[in-house]
Structures are given as structure tokens and as C-alpha cells.
């Protein structure tokens, strides 16, 4: 087996994802990267290979206890890769998601459909309506004065969002939208305008289901 140190200058891991990126390189070498040594028994390619090979084998059911039975492969790196592969995957979901339809958006945010007090959220999406991000802006009662197009739209333009969706929970589980909602909801649309960040839907959201204004063309 070849050791690390002894291949030429430009076939080393990381000498040769800063020459040809990280696509170029094989599985084995992105793991020799991310473990960055190896042992005293076991050079870093060798305990690379290995873990691939358990990736290959039983990946979907991979954890801390199998990477640890690895000989060389101790709780800090094992725990290194655990993480790695955690935060691949919870990108690669946020990417992946849509929203299409106001079902989409309520399975999104079904969390709140039970809390006690009232929840006001944005998703910010993309040009393919992609999710960038979710947030509460805040919690309360839902009234004009507390929402505040700055705090809706700021995130927004920071994520260079191509559109927004707000949402709300009602504790009441009534899913009629109030007057109220009807007003803030003009006044976002207004100013979304202005922005040039589309507001696509307002979505009340309770334990009986959910409310799109879009679908009741209020929007």
C-alpha cells in the first residue's frame, strides 16, 4: 500500500482537489480528506477504504457503534464522519424540497398546527420554488402593528429569494381567516410589489387542516 506521504505532490488528496476540485477525486481519497491521518498500524487510504466499503455494504443503516468496530477508527473521527454525512443530507433535503401546492406548504409547517399561541412564518423560496429557508419572524397575535413588512421581507432579500410564502397557525383551530389576516395579508402583498419579491400564499394552518388564500383567490 502506497503511504500518503510518498505519492507525487499532485496525487494527494487534498493537493488534488485544490487542483481539480472535489468532483475529480474517488470516494476513497474525499474520505482521507476528512479523516486527515491515519494510525501507527493503518495508513489513512487503508482506513479510507474501509469505511467506503461499509458505506457500499450498509449505508442506510450506518452509525457510531459500526464505524467503531473500524480497527484505528476511534469516537472523535468516527463522530467526525456521522456529522459530515448528517449535514450532506439535511442540504441535500432543504434542495430538494418544493412547494407546488398549499398541501406542500402545509406539510412543511404542520409542526404548529398544535401550539397554544400563534406562530407567524416565512418560507423563502427560489425561481423554482425551491425552499431556501423557513423562519418565525414571531409569536403572537396577528395584527398589523406586530407585522411589520421589514422584519417579513428582510430575510427575503438576503436569501435574494425569488418569492415568499407567509403562514400562520390559529390555536382556535378555526380556519377562517380574520379580518385582520385579510389586512395584513393586502399590506404584504403591497409591499411585495414594491420589492419584487412575490407573495405567493398566505396559509392559516390548525388542527383541522389548513386555510390557502391562494386557493380561495384572496392573494
Do not use: C, W
Not at 479523516?35 to 487503508?46: I, W
Not at 461499509?54 to 472523535?76: P, R, S, Y
Not at 450532506?88 to 398541501?103: D, E, G, H, P, V
Amino acid at each position: 500500500m502506497i503511504q500518503i506521504q510518498k505519492l507525487h505532490k499532485d496525487d494527494k488528496p487534498r493537493e488534488k482537489l485544490a487542483l481539480k476540485g472535489a468532483k475529480a477525486l474517488k470516494d476513497h481519497e474525499l474520505m482521507a480528506i476528512l479523516l486527515g491521518t491515519g494510525t501507527k498500524d493503518k495508513d489513512v487510504f487503508k482506513l479510507s477504504r474501509e469505511i467506503i466499503k461499509i458505506f457500499q455494504n450498509d449505508f442506510e443503516t450506518l452509525n457510531l457503534e459500526k464505524l467503531q468496530n473500524i480497527h484505528g477508527l476511534g469516537l472523535a473521527k468516527a463522530s467526525q464522519i456521522l456529522s459530515a454525512i448528517e449535514l450532506s443530507k439535511r442540504y441535500l433535503i432543504k434542495q430538494n424540497r418544493r412547494i407546488r401546492f398549499a398541501k406542500d406548504i402545509h406539510e412543511e409547517l404542520k409542526e404548529f398546527a398544535n401550539k397554544k399561541q400563534e406562530y407567524f412564518v416565512t418560507i423563502t423560496l427560489d425561481g423554482a420554488s425551491h425552499i431556501i429557508e423557513k423562519r418565525v419572524i414571531f409569536i403572537g397575535t396577528l395584527n398589523q402593528s406586530l407585522v411589520h413588512p421589514r422584519e417579513v421581507f428582510a430575510d427575503a432579500i438576503s436569501d435574494r429569494a425569488a418569492s415568499i410564502i407567509i403562514a400562520h397557525n390559529h390555536p382556535s383551530g378555526q380556519l377562517r381567516p380574520s379580518q385582520e389576516d385579510k389586512m395584513v395579508t393586502n399590506r404584504l402583498k403591497e409591499v411585495s410589489k414594491i420589492i419584487g419579491i412575490e407573495l405567493l400564499d398566505h396559509v392559516i394552518i390548525s388542527k383541522e387542516g389548513f386555510y390557502s388564500f391562494k386557493d380561495h383567490n384572496l392573494i
